[in-house]
């Protein structure tokens, strides 16, 4: 990766290959990456990014577009948000994510916390700093040094919903400021002496409803659940109330109607949903430790590729709310220290002078807890060290496991800096454990990638090589990501629908798509699906794709007349097929001497299924082409 000084630049060429201002719903960042919600994506934009110098690597995911750039992505971000100026509306806000639920839920949680990680991380850093010193020296915890510092550790933590407030109303595009005030009630002294009542037995009602204990405090899902439902009620409003009256009614009605829904509906229910996804969590760690080891320290890291990571967040903050420990983090740490011993072992393995050079880099990022740059300019690259990385993981924590580990303070990002944090008197095992995990973690990486090599031959492909490995990832990315490329199913001069010399072709009323005017006689499966239909005369065709596309073929105008003589089938109804696969060879002498057109109808029946259809505007079209993109 080149040194990039002009991140002005960078931010202007990125934003030029997503297709400009026009196309950019939102943009957010996080610790290494810079995360576009595009309303189209365009195939070659991920090549053309990934091509820049100072960009380690391009990933689409959960209807995001994310750029890993590494340590300077606030710079690059800063650049960016100047260039794009986005004032929603309401049916961008409709439309922004329309993936699936689990899709969504990522999105917001990642654009939600990335902003204020490092202050988290900072937070945890000085409380493991505390737990130390207090180590080494017992009577510290006694003076008012040590109390300035600790409540100066735990006040992100306090309030972390007023930090999910601001960063949830910008992502949820409401009124940031009513979304405080709403969040700061919760987090206020006043409903937190209530609470202690209510939890002590007294009945404190609201309105003749009982109010409930839950104090919000360090609380994840109540301030974000508050924020989304409000975003609603400030539009409702906005909608309704005088021009002249809303400034004053609007924050009025939202913060009377909000903060008595939560503590009476909202917060209950979220907190019991988070203590119950925690407490499941927790019990395979308690019964199953080895295998909860297992899983963490061999596949965090494959999360973080997809940028997904930021799902857990409210699991963990819940056990950290809950008991004061959490065993997730522990693991974490050990899985990220893993990725750390696979670079170590590129470096000391590697001859070329800029292997060593990035792995270094790589390296020192690592020793933070951010392992992005790692894993795309070094251990994923070369492919072996990843794997390598995971084994080693997977192996530490299971060591790890029986030796019950905890982190006993939150880290923002868990990695070598943080390991003091499974350090207490009541479980002194923990910190055996994790020390444990952490020297296999780090080691057994090393001596693997000795012993076996670190793949560098891999690197060395063509640009236009795609292997099967690379399919499949393609595959994931297209049920995952909003979009779906469809190519063209036969070689020729491309003609748009409304010229094609048939009424119910041209109208759009079979749904989108073009023709095609054949060069060749064969015609191949566009992608991997299923054979739903084929007309008794075998001019027509029917597929739908894996992921639910509906495709008709239709080799010819008014080919029915033929009754199949000029066509050969290769393939039988109910029949799987896989992209490429020879579906009919034709013979376009024989249409033509009948004096009839071989202009083919390539249709998308299920037209009205999707967000919309877009067709490349072509000249003309091969196989291998994309000739129709999918936005769902």
Not at 7 to 26: C, F, M, R
Not at 88 to 105: A, C, I, Y
Not at 605 to 632: F, G, L, R, W
Request: one cysteine or more.
């Amino acid at each position: 990766m080149s040194k990039v000084r002009d991140y002005q630049k960078l931010a202007e060429d990125i934003l030029e290959a997503v297709g400009g201002e026009e196309n950019v719903v939102s943009a957010a960042r996080c610790a290494t990456r810079l995360r576009l919600v595009l309303k189209r994506s365009n195939p070659k934009a991920k090549e053309a990014v990934n091509a820049m110098p100072g960009v380690i690597t391009v990933v689409e995911n959960g209807g995001q577009f994310q750029v890993v750039i590494g340590q300077h992505v606030g710079e690059v971000y800063e650049h960016f948000s100047s260039l794009v100026q986005m004032q929603p509306s309401d049916d961008d806000q409709v439309n922004e994510n329309k993936g699936t639920v689990l899709n969504r839920v990522i999105a917001t949680m990642s654009a939600v916390f990335a902003p204020f990680v490092y202050i988290l991380a900072a937070a945890g850093i000085l409380q493991g700093a505390l737990i130390l010193i207090n180590l080494l020296f017992p009577s510290f915890s006694k003076t008012g040094t040590y109390e300035v510092f600790s409540f100066i550790s735990w006040a992100p933590f306090t309030f972390l919903p007023i930090f999910i407030a601001i960063t949830a109303a910008k992502h949820f595009k409401t009124n940031m400021y009513i979304a405080v005030a709403c969040t700061a009630a919760l987090v206020s002294p006043s409903w937190t002496e209530i609470a202690g009542r209510v939890a002590s037995g007294e009945g404190v009602t609201f309105l003749g409803i009982a109010l409930s204990e839950t104090v919000y405090t360090s609380s994840v899902l109540p301030p974000l659940f508050l924020v989304w439902i409000l975003s609603y009620v400030e539009r409702f409003l906005n909608k309704r109330i005088h021009e002249v009256v809303k400034p004053l009614f609007v924050p009025f009605i939202c913060m009377v109607v909000m903060v008595p829904l939560t503590i009476l509906l909202i917060g209950p229910l979220s907190t019991a949903g988070a203590n119950g996804i925690a407490n499941g969590y927790n019990f395979l760690a308690e019964h199953v430790p080895a295998l909860a080891g297992a899983i963490i320290g061999g596949f965090w890291q494959v999360l973080v590729i997809f940028g997904v990571h930021w799902g857990i967040t409210p699991m963990v903050l819940a056990n950290f709310e809950q008991y004061g420990r959490d065993s997730f983090q522990a693991y974490q740490t050990i899985a990220v220290i893993a990725q750390v011993g696979a670079v170590l072992g590129v470096i000391l393995k590697a001859r070329n002078r800029e292997t060593r050079k990035v792995g270094v880099s790589a390296g020192i990022t690592g020793l933070f807890g951010i392992t992005e740059p790692a894993i795309y300019g070094v251990t994923l690259r070369f492919k072996k060290p990843f794997i390598f990385g995971c084994i080693s993981g997977a192996i530490g924590a299971i060591a790890a496991s029986f030796f019950t580990p905890y982190y006993f303070a939150y880290a923002g990002l868990p990695g070598p800096l943080t390991i003091v944090n499974g350090i207490s008197s009541d479980y002194p095992t923990s910190i055996i454990g994790i020390l444990i995990g952490v020297a296999i973690a780090l080691i057994l990486p090393v001596v693997l990638i000795q012993m076996f090599g670190y793949g560098e031959d891999t690197v060395e492909q063509t640009a236009g090589a795609t292997s099967d490995k690379d399919q499949v990832g393609e595959k994931m990315n297209a049920s995952m990501n909003n979009e779906e490329t469809i190519p063209a199913p036969l070689a020729g001069k491309v003609i748009p629908l409304s010229e094609v010399p048939d009424a119910v072709f041209s109208s759009g009323a079979m749904g989108k798509g073009f023709a095609i005017e054949p060069t060749d006689n064969k015609l191949y499966a566009p992608f991997d699906g299923s054979v739903v239909m084929l007309a008794p005369t075998k001019h027509a065709i029917g597929l739908r794709s894996e992921f639910g596309v509906e495709l008709l073929v239709h080799v010819g105008i008014d080919t029915v007349s033929l009754d199949g003589s000029a066509f050969t089938l290769h393939i039988k109804e109910g029949s799987k097929v896989k992209k490429g696969d020879l579906l009919m060879t034709f013979d376009q002498e024989a249409i033509e001497s009948k004096g009839l057109k071989t202009i083919t109808p390539v249709i998308i029946t299920n037209t009205q299924a999707y967000e919309d259809v877009i067709v490349e505007e072509q000249s003309t079209c091969q196989p291998t082409d994309v000739m129709i993109t999918i936005v769902k």
